[in-house]
């Protein structure tokens, strides 16, 4: 069964980073789109970066642009996200998510997500 499972989230400070994981396991890793995306209290889910199969295709949402960074670790079936700079407003719980490319995300699998709270 595949599954993806998010860590790295928590509290902290503006201006301070964070690190998440999105470990994939069940499938051949390589061949998907990975991606995250992030739901504010009160907010649509939306979209903030992903890495296609390959890791050389990088999209970034605008408002994360400069902050944070995608990439992805094939050994481990990880793929990471950096997040730098953090404001209160990227406070949200983050989910990972796979798809057939980047283009074609959001997939229909998701992880549980994970918690981050930027305090000011």
């Known amino acids: 069964q595949v599954q993806l499972v998010e860590s790295g989230g928590g509290l902290v400070q503006a201006g301070g980073s964070l690190r998440l994981s999105c470990l994939a396991s069940g499938r051949t890793f390589g061949r998907y789109a990975m991606g995250w995306f992030r739901q504010a209290p009160g907010k649509e889910r939306e979209f903030v970066a992903a890495?296609?199969?390959?890791?050389?295709?990088?999209s970034l949402a605008d408002s994360v642009k400069g902050r944070f960074t995608i990439s992805r670790q094939f050994a481990e079936n990880t793929v990471i996200l950096q997040m730098n700079s953090l404001k209160p407003e990227d406070t949200a719980v983050y989910y990972c998510n796979t798809g057939h490319s980047v283009q074609a995300m959001p997939g229909d699998l998701w992880g549980q997500g994970t918690q981050v709270t930027v305090s000011s």
């Open positions: 890495i296609s199969w390959s890791g050389g295709i990088k």
